[in-house]
C-alpha cells in the first residue's frame, strides 16, 4: 500500500509518519478492521407545536434506569438512545436508526427535537427532571440531576449532543507496543497510549466544531430575556455570524466555578486524572455549600463538593471503563485501566434523520488514530489555556476566514493548521481503507478538506444559509427539520422481528428495575455514605 507524504514543515507529524510507516510494514492491513464503535444520541422530546414535552418517559419506552438502549437524560423529556459496541460503523448507525424508529411507533403526538439547542423553553420549571424511581441507585441519579440544576440551570442541562465511543481492537496493542518498543504491563501502556490520544484530541479537537458544529443560532427562549452578546438573527433568533457550535461555546454547560476553585482535571496519566477529579469530588465549596444538602428533608444535590460525581467535569473526550454497578467510574479506572474513549463534542447532526452519518464517523476513526500516531507530550499550563481559547474561538467564530488559533504558544490561521491535520491524516485513512477494501475513510477526508477550503459546505454555514431563504429564525427551522426526520422514521416500517426485541428489552427492563426495588432494605443515606467511601 502506497503512503502519502506528510507535510514537514517544522517537522511536526514525523512521529505519526514514523509510527503509521512501521504497522504498514507489519503487513497486517486489517489491523485496525475490528476496532469497536459505540454511539450516544440525545434528543429531546416535544410536542407537536415544538415546545418541550411535559409528558413522562413513555411507559413502553421501558424503564430508564435498567433499559440498556433507550434511557434518559437530564430531563423526563431527553431521551438518549445508545447502540452496542460493534465493529462495523453500520451496524451502529443501522442500530440507531432502528432504535428511533421503535420510539417513534411509541410517541403519541410528538415529535424527536432535530438539533442540539432547545426552543421553546418556558423557563426553569418547565424542565422536568429526569424520575428514576424509588431504588438507592435510582434516587441517586434523580438527585445528582437535581444538584445540576441548582449549579448550573436546569436550561443548560437539556442541550442534546451526540457521543462516540472508541476502542482500538485488542490484537492491536501488543503490535503497537512492539513498535513502540515499550516494556511496560500492557494495561499500563494501553492506558497510557489513550491518554496521548486524549491529549491530542484535546490540541486539535477544534476541527470537530468546525466541521460538524450544527448550532450556529439559538432561539432567545434559550437566553431566557438576559442580556446577550450574540447578535440578532430575527425576533426570536440570536446567532453568531461565523459561529460554529455555540453549543460548544461560552453559553454552553460548562463547569462554570473551574476558575474559582481551581480545580483541571489532569491528563498526564490514569493515576493523575484520577486523583485530580478526586480531589474535586472530596473537596467542598462554599458556593454549593449555600445551595444545602438536605432542605427540608429532601436531597437537593449529593454532596456541596466541587463535583458531586466524576460525571458532572466537563470534557470534549473523555477515558472510560466498564464499572460494576456499585464502582466509581474512577475506581474502574484505576482497577482496569482504559477500555475505551467517548468523544463528546458533537452537536446533533439537524441534516440527517439519526444525527450522525456514515461520513462523520469514518473521519472520526481516522481522526482518532491520526491522534493516537502523533507525538503526545503532557499538556502544560500555558498550553491549557490556549486549547480552552482555541475551542471557544472556534465555537464563536470557526468559519471567519481571518481566525487564529494558538499552536506551541504562537498564532496560526484556523484554514492553514486545519488543511495540515487533515494533509497529515491522508496516510492514516489509505491505511483504515485498505483494512476494509474500499475508499470510504479517503472519501471522508476528502469532504472534510473540501469544508476547510470552503466554510460555507459546513453544516453551521448550511443552517444559516437555510434560514435565510426560507425566511425563518432557528425554530421553525428545527421543527421543519424534526418534522421531516420524523416523516423518516415512521415511513419506513420496523421489521417485526426488530420490534419484538425492542418490546422485549423495555419488558425486562421493567422487571430488572422492580426486583432492585424490591430487595432493597438500606436507607438511602447509608447507601450514599457507603458509596463515597469506597476505596481504590
Not at 490561521?413 to 489509505?430: D, F, P, Y
Request: charged fraction near 25%.
Amino acid at each position: 500500500m502506497a503512503t502519502s507524504i506528510f507535510l514537514k514543515e517544522d517537522n511536526l507529524y514525523h512521529t505519526a509518519e514514523q509510527r503509521l510507516a512501521k504497522l504498514i510494514n507489519s503487513k497486517q492491513d486489517a489491523l485496525l478492521a475490528s476496532s469497536q464503535v459505540g454511539l450516544e444520541k440525545e434528543s429531546l422530546r416535544v410536542s407537536l407545536d415544538g415546545s418541550l414535552s411535559q409528558v413522562s418517559h413513555p411507559y413502553n419506552l421501558g424503564s430508564p434506569l435498567t433499559h440498556p438502549y433507550i434511557t434518559t437524560d437530564y430531563s423526563e423529556a431527553m431521551a438518549e438512545f445508545i447502540t452496542p459496541p460493534t465493529e462495523n460503523i453500520n451496524e451502529a448507525l443501522d442500530f440507531l436508526r432502528n432504535t428511533q424508529r421503535f420510539v417513534y411507533g411509541e410517541l403519541e403526538d410528538e415529535l424527536l427535537w432535530a438539533t442540539s439547542m432547545p426552543c421553546v423553553v418556558a423557563g426553569e420549571t418547565s424542565i422536568p427532571i429526569a424520575n428514576y424511581g424509588n431504588s438507592n441507585a435510582g434516587m441517586m441519579k434523580t438527585i445528582y440531576r437535581r444538584g445540576l440544576g441548582h449549579r448550573y440551570g436546569r436550561v443548560m442541562q437539556v442541550i442534546s449532543g451526540v457521543h462516540y465511543n472508541y476502542s482500538f481492537p485488542e490484537s492491536f496493542w501488543p503490535i503497537f507496543q512492539g513498535i513502540e518498543q515499550n516494556t511496560d504491563e500492557l494495561q499500563t501502556f494501553i492506558s497510557d497510549s489513550y491518554f496521548g490520544l486524549i491529549r491530542n484530541l484535546q490540541r486539535f479537537g477544534w476541527l470537530v466544531p468546525y466541521l460538524f458544529g450544527a448550532s450556529p443560532a439559538v432561539c432567545k427562549s434559550f437566553i431566557g430575556g438576559e442580556q446577550s452578546s450574540l447578535k440578532s438573527f430575527n425576533e426570536n433568533t440570536y446567532y453568531e455570524p461565523f459561529a460554529t457550535s455555540l453549543r460548544m461555546g461560552d453559553i454552553g454547560y460548562q463547569n462554570n466555578q473551574e476558575a474559582n476553585s481551581g480545580i483541571k482535571a489532569n491528563y498526564d496519566n490514569v493515576d493523575a486524572y484520577v486523583d485530580s477529579l478526586t480531589c474535586a469530588i472530596n473537596t467542598p465549596y462554599d458556593v454549593y455549600k449555600k445551595i444545602g444538602v438536605v432542605v427540608n428533608g429532601e436531597y437537593e444535590q449529593l454532596n456541596a463538593n466541587i463535583l458531586q460525581i466524576e460525571n458532572e467535569y466537563y470534557s470534549t473526550i473523555r477515558p472510560k471503563q466498564l464499572a460494576g454497578s456499585f464502582e466509581k467510574p474512577t475506581h474502574a479506572l484505576k482497577r482496569r485501566g482504559v477500555r475505551y474513549v467517548e468523544l463528546r463534542s458533537l452537536d446533533v447532526n439537524a441534516f440527517d434523520p439519526l444525527g450522525i452519518n456514515e461520513e462523520q464517523l469514518y473521519f472520526l476513526e481516522a481522526f482518532l488514530v491520526f491522534c493516537q500516531l502523533h507525538e503526545s507530550p503532557v499538556i502544560t499550563a500555558q498550553e491549557r489555556i490556549h486549547i480552552d481559547k482555541n475551542e471557544l474561538a472556534t465555537a464563536h467564530r470557526g468559519r471567519d476566514p481571518h481566525l487564529h488559533l494558538y499552536r506551541n504558544g504562537k498564532k496560526i490561521l484556523l484554514k492553514n493548521w486545519a488543511t495540515e491535520i487533515l494533509s497529515a491524516m491522508e496516510g492514516v485513512s489509505e491505511f483504515l481503507d485498505a483494512g476494509t477494501g474500499q475508499s470510504s475513510y479517503s472519501d471522508s477526508l476528502r469532504s472534510q478538506m473540501d469544508k476547510v477550503q470552503d466554510p460555507d459546505k459546513t453544516p453551521s454555514a448550511r443552517m444559516l444559509s437555510e434560514m435565510r431563504e426560507a425566511g425563518e429564525g432557528f425554530f421553525h427551522f428545527a421543527l421543519r427539520m424534526s418534522r421531516q426526520h420524523q416523516k423518516y422514521f415512521t415511513d419506513c416500517a420496523l421489521p417485526a422481528e426488530t420490534k419484538r426485541e425492542f418490546v422485549e428489552f423495555s419488558r425486562e427492563s421493567w422487571k430488572r428495575k422492580e426486583e432492585l426495588e424490591a430487595g432493597e432494605n438500606e436507607a438511602f443515606e447509608d447507601y450514599l455514605q457507603r458509596y463515597f467511601a469506597q476505596k481504590a
